[in-house]
């Protein structure tokens, strides 16, 4: 007698036959693995986030604090770092599992936080910092929920890992300053490898037990990943993503300052419920995309979106209200794209090298972290924060007619 579902092997990731036509739901089995996953990227993404909205005033307290280009070395040498693991933590994760490489990854995480924690000079915190990023396990948290999850819900589960970006960034910019202000710089560094700590338990005991797809084969190469051309559209677009993100943050902070007339410490009272409220509206683009397996059409509406929006900003830059409206329509936008963009990653790498595809991927996101850093400040010393936007706005157009080229995908 046939099954009701011939192609579905014994899985506790597959429902159980009824006969009727299967609803887009997450299982018990993936929704606990996507929650705990998606919490574990949570907890490290703001152990990461803590350091970026104080260090800059803080380090002036280390030797060497009052070297801007040190301080600026100490707040790029994570991304550094990791661009640099993310491929080979990905590799070993494909052959030896995703647990070991994410407890490995988060123990040098908790080392580099206490470095940091211990030194008196700046020099000391670059290299806890350039300790912490070895610890590369953006590449297999984001396989691990890839074999977790079916094609169908996929893009779901993505997004609660992606929006965990935006959410521990804007719940960083709240604590930070408290952090610091309550047990200095030394405790916030504490506070950190305390968050480590608390993702190694979690991968260790909370995210559940899935199995991997194919494991890797012995002799694995770079090169079989970047031949795939939808691939290399997607590296380039989490590059740029994560390149206008951190470009427009070199400006955004002191433009919100001097237009609201805000205090720096009041800052997350723009960010917090910006993000939140594009988070939110974000989820019916998801399940749209999802329903109607139109994901190349979701990839390339927000992306428009995105160029839109960093084309306008100029304009909206003069006016507090037209400031937050735009945040809005940006975060939907970034939502969107963090969300899908690592489901079409898993649906178009082979299954024996999803690691390594995933850690090819986010070595560009680091990247585009570090450039947008670098080449938005450069440009917003000599240009004005308007042509950062229009930076902003002209790489997202690039972007767009990159990702036209690739092959749809369902």
């Given at each position: 007698m046939?099954?009701a579902?011939p192609?579905?092997?014994p899985?506790?990731?597959c ?8 609803k887009?739901k997450l299982?018990?089995?993936e ?7 998606a919490l574990?990227f949570?907890?490290?993404m703001?152990g990461?986030?803590?350091?970026t ?12 604090g009052?070297?801007v280009?040190?301080?600026?070395l ?12 993310q491929?080979?933590f990905g590799m070993i994760s ?5 647990r ?9 995480f908790?080392?580099?936080g ?7 000079s700046v020099t ?12 590369a ?11 977790a999850?079916?094609?169908e819900v ?6 609660m ?5 935006a959410?521990s960034f804007a719940v960083?910019l ?10 200095g710089?030394?405790?916030l560094?504490?506070t ?5 700590f ?13 199995p ?10 770079v090169?079989?990943?970047?031949k ?14 994560h390149?206008?993100l951190?470009a427009m ?8 300052v001097r237009v609201?007339?805000?205090d720096i410490g ?21 399940f749209?995309?999802?329903?109607r397996?139109?994901?190349q ?9 995105l160029a ?6 100029p304009l909206?830059?003069?006016?507090f209200a037209?400031i ?6 940006f975060?939907w936008?970034f939502?969107m794209l963090?969300?899908?963009?690592p489901s ?5 790498s ?13 070595m560009c996101?680091a990247?585009?972290?570090?450039a947008g ?8 010393h ?6 950062v936007?229009?930076l902003?706005a ?5 972007w767009?007619?990159?990702s ?7």
């Open positions: 046939v099954s579902t192609n579905c092997q899985n506790p990731n429902p159980p036959p009824t006969g009727k036509k299967e887009l299982t018990p089995q929704r606990r693995a996507s929650s705990s996953l574990l949570a907890v490290r703001l990461l986030f803590l350091l909205p104080v260090f800059a005033d803080a380090a002036k307290t280390l030797i060497e009052d070297n280009a040190l301080v600026g100490a707040i790029g040498a994570y991304g550094l770092t990791q661009a640099i693991m491929i080979p494909d052959k030896f599992g995703r070991p490489v994410i407890i490995a990854g988060m123990a040098l908790i080392l580099g206490v470095v940091c924690a211990m030194s008196d000391g915190v670059i290299i806890g910092r350039a300790i912490q990023g070895f610890g396990v953006s590449a297999a948290i984001t396989a691990w929920v890839a074999d999850t079916r094609p996929r893009t779901r589960a993505m997004a890992v992606g929006g965990s970006i959410i960083s709240v604590l930070s300053p408290l952090l610091v202000k309550i047990a710089l030394s405790g560094f504490w950190i490898s305390a968050l480590g608390i993702c190694l338990l979690l991968a260790t005991f909370m995210v559940p037990v899935v991997m797809h194919d494991q890797a084969i012995p002799d694995v190469s090169k079989e990943v970047m795939n051309d939808s691939l290399m559209r997607l590296n380039f677009g989490v590059f740029c993503l390149f206008i951190m943050f070199v400006v955004l902070p002191s433009l919100i609201a007339g805000f009041q800052l997350w009272e723009v960010y917090l419920p910006v993000i939140l409220v594009a988070f939110v509206l974000m989820v019916p683009g998801v749209y995309v999802e329903t397996k139109v994901h059409l979701g990839l390339d509406v927000s992306v428009a979106v839109v929006v960093m084309a306008l900003l909206a830059s003069h006016y037209s937050v409206l735009a945040l809005i329509v975060f936008a939502n963090e969300a899908l963009q079409m990653v898993s649906r178009v082979p299954p024996q090298h999803k690691g390594l595809a995933m850690g090819l991927y986010n996101q990247l585009g972290v570090a850093g670098a080449l938005g400040g450069l440009i917003a000599y240009g004005g924060s308007s042509f936007f229009l902003g002209a790489i997202a157009a690039l767009f007619f990159v036209r080229g690739m092959k749809a995908l369902v």
